[in-house]
């Protein structure tokens, strides 16, 4: 007869709070196993007696068939000695000092809870907290690990008897769901005006009816207050643009199911799995929602919606209740972090919400929507918070530990760890103290939650952005070790590490603004890099920005950098409808201010060359958010024309510079000569990708590097990704594009990470 064996079996990966230990209990019955199963601060540890075949097909179904929110990154397994256990069971978690957990982001409403409640048998029939172990809060309410409640913002409910069932009852959804509640013992949503007092009825009916009235609420979410109006109603979105201080720059907007978002957009099947999954993004959709109803002052002047659909009870119940589509904006003013508490939600939002849908479980970390898009037929994230984060991204060595403090604009900073890269989620502009302290907290709380303790600092080459100094103020505090990034380079390896790439790569980084190496402000910059350093091989020719911060909030400026650089001033007597209302004095500033270098930094930025197109077509003189001028100019081009301008590469100093006075005089001319806007803008495209494959076609000659990496936020235009995937490929080059790790500044930190780790020394 066949003798009983014993084995330890260590999972690591996202395995607690998603139902892990309940299935290893069924499936140690199922396989006739004795033995326990318990979380640590590590990973779930379970120990099994029983037969050797057993034991085998125990943890073949275990991989096969995880639970579905669960990640397993490593199944280790030992022998151990038999200590003859009578059944099996689920322990107390326990504490092991120095290691970690990874911890799960939230989650979507699962089918079976959305089921429930709209059941009217249902004891959570209308509940707006009702989750299970496959769905729900998580990483917003999680304080510290191992995840048990008493570590969560859910540790003041105490579980009626009824929930108690479920949270003991192996065989149940809600076995250990740390959140579980119900309307008796749970959270409870209210409904207040902007002086605190409460308003008195049903408030999921009565903010279903204020919306329908027009008027703006403040809803309290998962990781934060969201702003909604009826997105139908055009009197409405333009009040909340007015309150909110936000110009043109588009709203989201949540429908109540994917039929309902078909209606507005045109959706593909891999666009339509990103709105449905687990992750439930914002997706920036082909957008024919004005001619269906949604106010055009939704997302004006552009050809992508952000749409998502009801990602948490609360969410469904008012979709359902309003029975239309609604604007969901963070609940902020312009670039401020999102309000997360009651009070400081009052305090903030009162000159913007009429009313506040305000509930009792607290916001552990402030946590924004996720934007997402796909191109080519692949997802790619721009913004990366809510379903994403805190979920790490995979190095392909192993890491000292540091902290990279990423970018100024769309910061999102990078703790890492091993194997593991902890991305945070989207943080905001670092330009003001509240996002600054939003900055502070959020890596307190990673440094808590994953046991990071620091040894190197990274972060971006520019003396001034803010997480600059807190990088320098941190490492002079605690003795450590800085290592400065230049930002390109921190783009590319981070396309790199996105695609678990180590070898040396041509680098594409075209952006607004990067300092360059040497003080000038880059942008358009072809380099040869990997992990520890990189080469300029080729750039944009400089061209001053007149103004500086000026010129890139005026794209007019820009153009009339380009203009005079190449007509001098005969630009005065151009014949372009453009300057037909500029303001002469203000020209006249610009021609001084180019001429004598006064406040005028030369730059090499490809986003400013889009900015001048798009002020030189008159589609956008002056801009009101990051990028607007070169998505408007994409919105109007004429995808069909693929034939671009002429440009010309020059060398200096071994370096190929590309000059673009070519492309504006031949737009110039298209414009006297009464072509319109979107061929222009469409030749304009396919320049930008002549130029790219052109110079790269030379540079993987030169280096013998068949490997394109494309980042910075330019990438984010989607014609222009596809034209120069497209050429590229044809060209036979390999391209590396960004999937998990936004393209933009919110994705810097990774790169920075990976460097700072290369260069230690
Ligand atoms: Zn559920
Ligand atoms: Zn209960
Ligand atoms: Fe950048």
């Not at 990973?43 to 068939?65: C, H, K, P, W």
């Not at 010129?551 to 009339?560: D, G, V």
């Amino acid at each position: 007869m066949e003798t009983i064996q014993a084995r330890k079996v260590c999972v690591r990966g996202v395995v607690q709070g998603v139902g892990f230990r309940p299935l290893v209990y069924q499936l140690a019955l199922r396989n006739n196993l004795k033995g326990h199963v318990f979380n640590t601060s590590g990973d779930v540890t379970i120990t099994v007696e029983g037969l050797s075949g057993d034991m085998e097909s125990f943890i073949n179904q275990l991989r096969a068939n995880p639970p579905p929110q669960s990640r397993i990154e490593s199944i280790d397994i030992e022998e151990q000695p038999v200590e003859g256990f009578q059944g099996f069971e689920i322990r107390e978690s326990r504490i092991r000092k120095d290691e970690y957990q990874l911890v799960s982001p939230d989650i979507a409403t699962c089918r079976f809870c959305l089921s429930e409640i709209f059941n009217e048998s249902e004891r959570r029939y209308q509940y707006p907290f009702t989750n299970c172990t496959n769905c729900g809060p998580r990483f917003t309410i999680i304080e510290d690990m191992p995840y048990d409640r008493g570590n969560t913002t859910m540790r003041r409910f105490t579980m009626c008897p009824e929930c108690s069932r479920e949270y003991n009852d192996t065989d149940n959804r809600r076995f250990h769901a740390q959140p579980n509640a119900c309307p008796i013992c749970g959270p409870a949503l209210k409904i207040i005006d902007p002086s605190g007092n409460d308003v008195t009825g049903d408030p999921l009916a009565i903010a279903a009816d204020l919306l329908k009235q027009g008027r703006i609420l403040a809803i309290k979410g998962l990781g934060g207050f969201l702003l909604a109006c009826d997105a139908t109603d055009d009197r409405a979105v333009d009040l909340l643009r007015k309150r909110k201080k936000r110009g043109f720059k588009p709203f989201a907007v949540m429908v109540s199911g994917i039929e309902e978002a078909k209606r507005y957009c045109d959706i593909s099947r891999e666009e339509e799995g990103l709105l449905t999954s687990p992750q439930s993004p914002v997706v920036l959709l082909k957008n024919r929602a004005s001619s269906n109803g949604m106010s055009f002052l939704v997302a004006p002047n552009t050809i992508y919606i952000g749409i998502m659909l009801p990602y948490t009870p609360l969410h469904h119940l008012l979709l359902e209740k309003t029975a239309r589509p609604l604007v969901m904006t963070s609940g902020n003013i312009s670039e401020e972090p999102i309000a997360a508490g009651n009070e400081e939600a009052l305090k903030r939002l009162s000159g913007i919400a009429d009313y506040f849908l305000i509930h009792n479980r607290d916001i552990c970390s402030r946590y924004d929507d996720s934007v997402a898009m796909v191109v080519n037929h692949k997802a790619r994230i721009v913004r990366r918070a809510r379903g994403f984060a805190p979920y790490p991204i995979h190095l392909t060595y192993i890491s000292a530990s540091i902290l990279a403090c990423g970018a100024e604009v769309k910061n999102s900073f990078c703790l890492t760890r091993e194997t593991h890269a902890f991305l945070s989620q989207h943080i905001g502009d670092l330009e003001n103290l509240e996002t600054l302290e939003h900055f502070e907290d959020t890596i307190r709380l990673y440094k808590t939650l994953f046991h990071i303790e620091p040894e190197i600092i990274a972060h971006d080459m520019h003396p001034d952005y803010l997480s600059t100094r807190y990088a320098l103020d941190f490492a002079k505090t605690n003795g450590l070790r800085c290592v400065p990034v230049q930002h390109h380079h921190a783009h590319i390896v981070s396309c790199m590490a996105d695609n678990g790439v180590t070898e040396p790569v041509i680098g594409v980084a075209f952006d607004g603004t990067g300092y360059g190496e040497d003080g000038a402000i880059w942008g358009g910059e072809f380099l040869l890099a990997d992990y520890s350093g990189f080469k300029r091989l080729a750039h944009f020719e400089y061209v001053p920005l007149p103004g500086g911060k000026a010129a890139i909030e005026r794209p007019y400026r820009m153009a009339l950098s380009y203009l005079f650089k190449i007509f001098g001033d005969d630009t005065f007597s151009l014949d372009l409808p453009f300057l037909k209302n500029a303001d002469r004095d203000e020209m006249d500033l610009i021609r001084t201010q180019i001429k004598r270098r006064i406040n005028a930094p030369y730059t090499s930025s490809c986003g400013r060359l889009f900015d001048a197109v798009s002020a030189l077509l008159n589609i956008r003189r002056e801009s009101d958010y990051e990028g607007q001028a070169a998505v408007e100019l994409e919105a109007v081009a004429d995808i069909s024309v693929d034939k671009g301008y002429p440009f010309e590469i020059m060398e200096e100093k071994g370096i190929r510079v590309v000059s673009f006075d070519g492309t504006v005089k031949a737009i110039v001319e298209d414009i006297a000569g009464g072509i319109p806007a979107s061929e222009i803008s469409g030749r304009f495209h396919a320049t930008i990708a002549d130029v790219i494959l052109t110079v790269c076609r030379g540079l993987v000659e030169e280096t013998k590097i068949e490997k394109v990496a494309l980042s910075g936020g330019v990438f984010q235009n989607r014609l222009l990704v596809e034209r120069t995937i497209k050429r590229l490929e044809s060209g036979g080059i390999t391209v590396l594009t960004h999937h998990d790790v936004p393209a933009n500044d919110g994705g810097i930190a990774l790169g920075q990470a990976v460097i700072a780790n290369y260069v230690r020394g």
